[in-house]
């Protein structure tokens, strides 16, 4: 049988009421009485009704950390995430860092709310928060990325197949000079998608005709196409390692007077509602969304799966889209 109010007042020889002002936030109280209350409480396994409501909270609450939420892939899994959580009648917390915001920043409000889960995606998540999840025995999981010297769980696409999937239909188009828009340098995403597109080239004995660094963004990724459509001969086939950025080369393309595909050919990665569009109609890489969120969600509420061990990886198949600017 669980402690009670009662058995606390009685062992600290202190009045019911004066146990309930000790774990009432603000409430008047000595601080001596206080502390010894909270020592006997201790002592005897005491959780007051607050606390008990907490936990049963916290125990039904994911927390997502995200950055680049105005990237649309990232609001499109928050949003199957919530409904995900919401039909099984869990809370989701979210943190949006700021641009260029270290993760460490929020590691300790992430923490305190002592979420069942932690979902990390476009942030990159530090030795020191993953140090951090094991200590407090709460499970984290990378969405959309993979950080292998983290021994961290991790749920993605196939980002390497979708690259040599995107260079297979350029090559079998017949495009001969094919260009690359990369994303950012240091994540996997970028990484794999890369490697991915440049190795399936390479065994045609091709290789990318040129390149430039968009960042995942509309404006770097539009300056970086106007960039490359400006030497002297320019690519006839771009491939974006993600789509806002492959929206930003079919802007600039246009503007420029050229045609997609006829002058240009695009392809992009993630398949973002907007590249559905009649104005854009992306060639691009389904990434199976619903799956790497229940995916995630399973990390997380599988018994057999602890915080402290090295960490499981799940790698999904994302699918070709076709469309027509490619």
């Given at each position: 049988m669980k402690p009670t109010a009662k058995q606390v007042a009685h062992a600290a020889g202190v009045s019911i009421a004066a146990v309930s002002r000790a774990f009432t936030p603000g409430a008047p109280i000595n601080p001596e009485k206080k502390k010894k209350i909270f020592a006997v409480a201790e002592e005897i396994g005491y959780i007051s009704p607050a606390r008990r409501t907490a936990k049963a909270v916290a125990a039904s609450t994911i927390t997502l950390v995200a950055g680049d939420l105005h990237n649309p892939f990232?609001?499109?899994?928050?949003?199957?995430?919530?409904?995900h959580l919401q039909e099984s009648e869990?809370?989701?917390?979210?943190?949006?860092?700021?641009?260029?915001?270290?993760?460490?920043?929020?590691?300790?409000?992430?923490?305190?709310?002592?979420?069942?889960?932690?979902?990390?995606?476009?942030?990159?998540?530090?030795?020191?928060?993953?140090?951090?999840?094991?200590?407090?025995?709460?499970?984290?999981?990378?969405?959309?990325?993979?950080?292998?010297?983290?021994?961290?769980?991790?749920?993605?696409?196939?980002n390497y197949q979708g690259g040599r999937d995107i260079g297979r239909l350029l090559l079998d188009r017949g495009y001969q000079r094919i260009g690359l828009i990369g994303g950012v340098a240091n994540t996997s995403t970028h990484a794999e998608r890369v490697r991915g597109?440049?190795?399936?080239?390479?065994?045609?004995?091709?290789?990318?005709?040129?390149?430039?660094?968009?960042?995942?963004?509309?404006?770097?990724?539009?300056?970086?196409?106007?960039?490359?459509?400006?030497?002297?001969?320019?690519p006839d086939a771009i491939f974006c390692c993600n789509d806002i950025m492959a929206l930003a080369v079919i802007d600039a393309a246009k503007e420029r007077g050229l045609r997609i595909p006829q002058d240009l050919a695009?392809?992009?990665?993630?398949?973002?509602?907007?590249?559905?569009w009649s104005s854009y109609q992306l060639t691009t890489i389904r990434q199976p969304v619903e799956r790497m969120v229940q995916e995630a969600v399973s990390l997380i509420d599988d018994p057999n799966i602890k915080a402290s061990d090295n960490g499981f990886t799940r790698m999904l198949s994302g699918t070709l889209v076709v469309r027509s600017s490619a």
């Open positions: 990232y609001p499109l899994v928050l949003d199957t995430l919530a409904r869990r809370q989701l917390l979210v943190y949006a860092l700021p641009t260029d915001c270290n993760i460490d920043a929020v590691t300790d409000q992430v923490l305190a709310a002592r979420p069942s889960g932690i979902i990390v995606t476009s942030a990159s998540l530090t030795s020191n928060m993953a140090r951090a999840c094991r200590q407090n025995q709460i499970k984290a999981v990378l969405l959309n990325r993979i950080q292998r010297d983290m021994r961290i769980n991790a749920v993605s696409c196939d597109f440049r190795d399936v080239l390479a065994e045609s004995g091709r290789t990318i005709h040129a390149q430039a660094s968009g960042n995942y963004q509309y404006e770097i990724g539009k300056q970086a196409a106007v960039q490359l459509l400006s030497v002297v001969h320019p695009v392809a992009g990665f993630d398949d973002i509602p907007m590249a559905s």
